[in-house]
C-alpha cells in the first residue's frame, strides 16, 4: 500500500518560513521523481517544486529563489524549505510521487500566510 504523508504545515505570517515533509512508504523511493504541488481555493493545482532521482530540481517562477527542495532516500522523505512566505503562497500543498507508470499524491497539508 502506498502511502505519501505531508506534514510541517500551518499559520505563518507574511515573511514567515516554513519547511514542509512528504514521508513515502510502499515504493522504491529512489527510483520515483518527487513534487511538491499546492492548489488554492479557486484555483487549478499547480507545480510549486520537483526533484528527479539525479537530485535535479526544477522550481515554478512564483517561488524560485525563496524555495529549496531536498530528498533523502534513505529516509523517504522529501522535503520543501520555503522562505519569505507570502499570503499568495496559502494552499493546500500536495506531496507527488512520479515514475514512468506510477503516479502517486498524498492528502496535503495547509499552508495559510496572514498576519
Known amino acids: 500500500q502506498v502511502q505519501l504523508v505531508e506534514s510541517g504545515g500551518g499559520l505563518v505570517q507574511p515573511g514567515g518560513f516554513l519547511r514542509l515533509s512528504c514521508a513515502a512508504s510502499g515504493i522504491n523511493f529512489s527510483f520515483y521523481t518527487m513534487g511538491w504541488y499546492r492548489q488554492a481555493p479557486g484555483k487549478q493545482r499547480e507545480l510549486v517544486a520537483v526533484i528527479n532521482i539525479g537530485g535535479s530540481t526544477n522550481y515554478a517562477d512564483s517561488v524560485k529563489g525563496r524555495s529549496t527542495i531536498s530528498r533523502d532516500n534513505a529516509k523517504n522523505t522529501v522535503y520543501l524549505q520555503m522562505n519569505s512566505l507570502k499570503p499568495d503562497d496559502t494552499a493546500v500543498y500536495y506531496c507527488?510521487?512520479?515514475?514512468?507508470?506510477?503516479?502517486?499524491w498524498g492528502r496535503g497539508t495547509q499552508v495559510t500566510v496572514s498576519s
Open positions: 507527488n510521487a512520479r515514475s514512468v507508470s506510477r503516479d502517486y
